[in-house]
């Protein structure tokens, strides 16, 4: 991803914290993996990693590719499933809603005895400066 860093805000206290936050990603690889990193916010010491997960977003990719526009909402335009390549934690849907693809994944936290983070993912520019993608 280029080296690109985006935080979100930090839960207190809390052992099953709900971000629901926007983030935005400039893509300048599409065959790279997006890491993501969970951390516990430390007051006085460096923040502890909690464990991370790789998003995989070629199988995204390829089903805004097939050029599907105009389909009506709701439809399932492809399923992943998880396996030892990827760190979903159950199948994962790709979706045409609202007038664009959507996918939903719940991802397994690798490094870590145990935890889950649930995402979503959506292209949101075409092309942005240099030719980049946005998701």
């Known amino acids: 991803m280029g080296g690109q860093k985006s935080k979100t805000r930090v839960i207190k206290e809390n052992c099953n914290p709900v971000w629901n936050e926007e983030l935005s990603l400039a893509l300048y690889d599409p065959n790279l993996p997006i890491t993501l990193t969970v951390y516990d916010k430390d007051t006085f010491t460096a923040d502890d990693k909690m464990g ?10 390829d089903a805004i590719n097939m050029g599907l526009e105009g389909l009506p909402d709701g439809v399932k335009v ?3 499933q998880p396996n030892r390549e990827n760190c979903l934690s159950d199948e994962s849907c790709i979706l045409w809603e ?4 959507t996918q939903k994944m719940l991802l397994r936290l690798q490094n870590v005895e145990c935890g889950e983070i649930e995402i979503q993912i ?5 092309h942005g ?3 980049r993608l946005y998701i």
């Open 52 to 61: 991370n997960a790789n998003i995989d977003i070629k199988p995204y990719l």
């Open 78 to 80: 492809d399923r992943v």
């Open 129 to 131: 400066k240099r030719g």
């Open 98 to 101: 609202n007038g664009k693809m």
């Open 122 to 126: 959506e292209l949101i520019s075409a």
